[in-house]
């Protein structure tokens, strides 16, 4: 690929468009061991080598994320007051990320971040249907046919009934454990519990369900549950496709996707 040297530069993290002209021009820019003068040279991105102050740099066109969103963070690239999912992610060298879809400000989880168009419109497209899996913490009296009511479907307010989802209720927190190795959700409740000395009765009656969805409505798992009469406290999401969240990952924290990752969210 060919692109202009300013471009080259601002997306390998140097700075604004106006920020590495001003770096060209201070005499620290090299393109294969010659100084740089012009901003507008192109780079070709396989063969060139630039540097700055002497320091090779990489480019990479893509970068793949994936981050363990804790809750009260918003899901979006940047905004003037919140934090967001974006600003987590200290070390993205790209300018142009963006995270692929929405969680909730209190959901937690697998989200991925990337500046691969393509590749997030075909994970979010509806007809392609990506499985979504997650964990719902949910208060109230769930009804005995709660799994077949989610299967067929479920009047939410929209034009359409909810495509079928499948549900598994987890009989305890150490199913959950087991199944997922989620030591910290465990570590999470316990707190709940311990810190609320006058126990919320809407805390005391709490059903675990793992839910598969293939949709990307607003708020569609609370939406669902609020339908059978029941309120989701927590939501965690653990896969989006074949890409499951790694536990070595506390919340908050982040790793680049591997190239097997990246191949196979890409084959969908
Ligand atoms: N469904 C919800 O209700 N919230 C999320 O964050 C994701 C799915």
């Not at 202009?4 to 590495?20: F, H, I, M, W």
């Not at 549950?225 to 499951?244: I, N, P, Q």
């Not at 536990?247 to 790793?255: I, T």
Request: glycine share 8%; proline share 2%.
């Amino acid at each position: 690929m060919n692109i202009r040297l300013d471009k080259y530069l601002a997306d390998s993290g140097y700075g604004t468009r106006t920020e590495v002209k001003s770096l060209v021009k201070s005499g620290v820019v090299s393109i294969n061991g010659t100084l740089a003068k012009d901003c507008g040279q192109k780079i070709n991105t396989d063969s060139d080598t630039v540097s700055v102050r002497g320091v090779q740099i990489g480019f990479d066109e893509y970068e793949y994320y994936m981050l363990h969103k804790p809750g009260g963070i918003i899901t979006a690239s940047r905004d003037k007051k919140a934090k967001t999912v974006l600003d987590l992610i200290e070390s993205k060298k790209r300018r142009d990320l963006f995270p692929v879809g929405r969680l909730d400000k209190d959901t937690e989880g697998l989200l991925v971040i990337t500046n691969d168009g393509d590749m997030s419109h075909r994970l979010l497209s509806p007809k392609k249907h990506v499985s979504k899996t997650y964990v719902a913490f949910v208060s109230g009296v769930a009804p005995e046919d709660i799994v077949e009511r989610f299967e067929a479907g479920l009047d939410i307010g929209d034009e359409k009934l909810t495509k079928p989802a499948k549900l598994n209720r987890f009989d305890d927190i150490s199913c959950l454990k087991e199944k997922y190795n989620d030591l910290i959700i465990e570590t999470r409740f316990k707190d709940h519990f311990v810190k609320s000395d006058d126990i919320d009765n809407k805390y005391t009656s709490l059903s675990i369900f793992e839910i598969k969805i293939s949709e990307g409505r607003y708020h569609e798992i609370k939406r669902m549950f609020e339908a059978v009469g029941c309120e989701v406290v927590y939501l965690k999401r653990y896969s989006m496709g074949e890409l499951t969240l790694d536990f070595n990952l506390k919340p908050g924290e982040y790793r680049r996707l591997t190239e097997e990752e990246v191949k196979t969210l890409k084959d969908f």
